[in-house]
T-cell receptor, first 114, second 113 residues
């Protein structure tokens, strides 16, 4: 079975550009999470969807960040405009039962904003 | 405000010996705790978990201990193997209507042959 699929794996962009990260969760999973990993802050939850509905977006740093889940098999995280401090690894994870916390992570998208 | 703390950024042990990774938390509302393992260039993978109603959970070479009064948990790996070398994240969840996981910053475990 395919795991969580993220694209792109690596993205280098200039400050001010729009960045779109994509995620395909595991088929049948009903919860999807976007995390960001940095050296300073570790793994932080940005937003969490359940049955395609955003449940908790309190971790989204500011209005430059937005996330959508138009259907059960696709989600995007968009940063517009991007800034150098957004450089991080962004992970998408999915879960069948969010209650257990046993998340299945993708391999991550490494973003570098110059 | 770090609610889940892993105070040791790194740990080095010899193959065959015990590895003990520690984690402290501050939020008394946390009711479920998990450990994840992460290899370079990969996403974290779930390793083992424990509910707050237990004080120990075992799965093969991996055992997690929970001390609620001290707000402390630990992961024991016995015997340690070189393939266990990875970053280990402690995570905690509070129940209710929001199943958000809060992660520690991780401990890099190196198991030397």
């Amino acid at each position: 079975d395919a795991g969580v699929i993220q694209s792109p794996r690596h993205e280098v962009t200039e400050m001010g550009q729009e960045v779109t990260l994509r995620c395909k969760p595991i088929s049948g999973h009903n919860s999807l999470f976007w995390y960001r990993q940095t050296m300073m802050r570790g793994l932080e939850l940005l937003i969490y969807f359940n049955n395609n509905v955003p449940i908790d977006d309190s971790g989204m740093p500011e209005d430059r960040f937005s996330a959508k889940m138009p259907n059960a098999s696709f989600s995007t995280l968009k940063i517009q405009p991007s800034e150098p401090r957004d450089s991080a690894v962004y992970f998408c994870a999915s879960s069948l039962y969010e209650r257990t916390g046993e998340l299945f992570f993708g391999e991550g998208s490494r973003l570098t904003v110059l | 405000d770090q609610q889940v703390k892993q105070n040791s950024p790194s740990l080095s042990v010899q193959e065959g010996r015990i590895s003990i990774l520690n984690c402290d938390y501050t939020n008394s509302m946390f009711d479920y705790f998990l450990w994840y393992k992460k290899y370079p260039a990969e996403g974290p993978t779930f390793l083992i978990s424990i509910s707050s109603i237990k004080d120990k959970n075992e799965d093969g070479r991996f055992t997690v201990f929970l001390n609620k009064s001290a707000k402390h948990l630990s992961l024991h790996i016995v015997p340690s193997q070189p393939g266990d070398s990875a970053v280990y994240f402690c995570a905690a969840r509070s129940g209710g209507s929001n199943y958000k996981l809060t992660f520690g910053k991780g401990t890099l475990l190196t198991v030397n042959p």
